[in-house]
């Protein structure tokens, strides 16, 4: 029995989530940068997390995802029933086990009984015991409107011509 790779992107890119979500919503390109995962791939993830309520999106200037929940009620089953299709919807290659089916399902349910015992919260307390560096959100540089540049006023005269009537006077 092995985790899928929609398995372990999606909870390697909710532990980055997790880590990050403190300094306000994160944008899925820089999780896509840091893990080195495809942004389309991320958002079809993320798409299925959304569903499930294991995360949020915010719009926007700002926007990204934060978690829908606390981590602390997050397990590794929850975000990997969230992306993986069911092992009863599997391929036919994987259905062709014919009388070993029973026990690849059973397996299966174990794996996912002690994956519901690892929580979110958990995996980000792990990486941050191990000294995972956290850079700091850019900062944001604050939108100002053009400053109103106000037409100079002269008295001084605005042509030849005016020049010499202002002197005939």
């Given at each position: 029995?092995r985790?899928?790779?929609?398995?372990?992107?999606a909870?390697?890119?909710?532990?980055?989530l997790?880590?990050r979500?403190?300094?306000?919503p994160?944008?899925?390109?820089?999780?896509s940068q840091?893990?080195?995962i495809s942004?389309s791939?991320?958002?079809?993830?993320?798409s299925r997390l959304?569903?499930?309520g294991l995360?949020?999106?915010?719009r926007g200037?700002?926007?990204?995802?934060?978690?829908?929940?606390?981590a602390?009620r997050?397990?590794?089953?929850d975000?990997?029933?969230a992306?993986?299709?069911?092992f009863e919807?599997q391929?036919?290659?994987e259905?062709s086990?014919?009388?070993?089916?029973?026990?690849?399902?059973r397996?299966?349910?174990?794996?996912l009984?002690?994956?519901?015992t690892?929580?979110?919260?958990?995996?980000?307390?792990?990486?941050?015991?191990?000294?995972?560096?956290?850079?700091?959100?850019?900062?944001?540089?604050?939108?100002?409107?053009?400053?109103?540049?106000?037409?100079?006023?002269t008295?001084?005269?605005?042509?030849?011509?005016a020049?010499?009537?202002?002197?005939?006077?």
């Amino acid at each position: 029995m092995r985790m899928s790779t929609k398995g372990r992107f999606a909870v390697n890119a909710l532990i980055d989530l997790a880590l990050r979500e403190p300094a306000g919503p994160v944008a899925l390109a820089t999780i896509s940068q840091r893990q080195q995962i495809s942004l389309s791939y991320l958002e079809q993830l993320f798409s299925r997390l959304r569903k499930d309520g294991l995360v949020e999106s915010t719009r926007g200037p700002g926007g990204g995802y934060t978690l829908g929940r606390p981590a602390e009620r997050i397990t590794v089953a929850d975000i990997v029933k969230a992306v993986d299709e069911p092992f009863e919807d599997q391929t036919d290659e994987e259905r062709s086990l014919g009388m070993s089916r029973a026990l690849w399902l059973r397996l299966n349910a174990v794996m996912l009984e002690h994956m519901a015992t690892i929580t979110l919260a958990n995996l980000v307390q792990e990486q941050k015991d191990s000294g995972v560096s956290i850079e700091p959100r850019p900062a944001r540089r604050a939108i100002t409107p053009q400053p109103v540049v106000k037409p100079v006023r002269t008295t001084a005269p605005n042509s030849v011509f005016a020049l010499a009537r202002s002197l005939g006077d």
